[in-house]
């Protein structure tokens, strides 16, 4: 069973600052995914990253693969409130079964 | 384009009884799945429906079944209802199917209570 162990859980922070969320896992895996869940909805595709070591921006948000294909991080610059939400981060191996985070949920406050 | 649709939204149902749940992808995908998300487990696969076949399971019980039509529209069922079935499910559509690239569009989620 490939487990994905994202962390913090709980991130709360002020308007401008900068955070970091972290997927970990023992697992290999061909391609992850970041989605952002708000209440009241499902999840949204952020991005895929699928190389080892790649680097993807989206506007202030900067997703990293790590080399191995075992981790990924996802760092926003300058938070606003509008960047509160779940984190959920996905990844696919073998099989094509889409495994998922335990999530982290971040609150930025004005 | 319409996105993904689920209905029912809310659903209160007790022990022991069964729930159906249907989701509607969006026009032009064909594969479908199905997730659960509690607080405590998180987001996890129930499984995928591409062209009407079962392609993909999660370890869940037999208490969940699925299937798929020939529009591509799919209905989740759950027998025999536990508390532990208290969830949020989730059904996402996707264009095609095997591959690390296709996106998944979720939909907002049938909100299940079991009382």
């Known amino acids: 069973t490939q487990l994905l162990e994202q962390s913090p859980q709980f991130l709360s922070i002020q308007e401008g600052e900068n955070l970091t969320v972290y997927c970990n896992s023992s697992?290999?895996?061909?391609?992850l995914q970041w989605y952002r869940q708000e209440p009241g909805e499902g999840p949204v595709l952020l991005v895929t990253v699928v190389t080892g070591g790649e680097v993807k921006k989206l506007k202030r948000l900067t997703f990293q693969f790590g080399d191995a294909r075992k981790d990924s991080s996802l760092h926003i610059t300058a938070a606003q409130p509008g960047d509160t939400g779940l984190y959920l981060c996905?990844?696919?191996?073998?099989?094509?079964?889409?495994?998922f985070g335990g999530g982290t949920r971040v609150l930025v406050k004005p | 384009k319409a996105g993904v649709t689920q209905t029912p939204r809310y659903l209160i149902k007790t022990r022991g009884q069964q729930v159906t749940l249907s989701c509607s992808p969006i026009s032009g995908h064909r594969s479908v799945s199905w997730y659960q998300q509690t607080p405590g487990q998180g987001l996890q696969f129930l499984f995928e429906?591409?062209?009407?076949?079962?392609?993909n399971k999660g370890n869940f019980p037999g208490r969940f079944s699925g299937r798929q039509f020939s529009n591509s529209r799919s209905e989740m069922n759950v027998s025999t209802l536990e508390l532990g079935d208290s969830a949020l499910y989730l059904c996402?559509?996707?264009?095609?199917?095997?591959?690390?690239?296709?996106?998944?569009?979720f939909g907002p989620g049938t909100r299940l209570t079991v009382t």
């Open positions: 996402a559509s996707s264009l095609a199917g095997a591959g690390d690239l296709y996106e998944q569009y």
């Open positions: 996905a990844g696919r191996a073998a099989g094509n079964k889409l495994t």
């Open positions: 429906y591409f062209s009407e076949t079962q392609r």
């Open positions: 697992s290999v895996f061909s391609s």
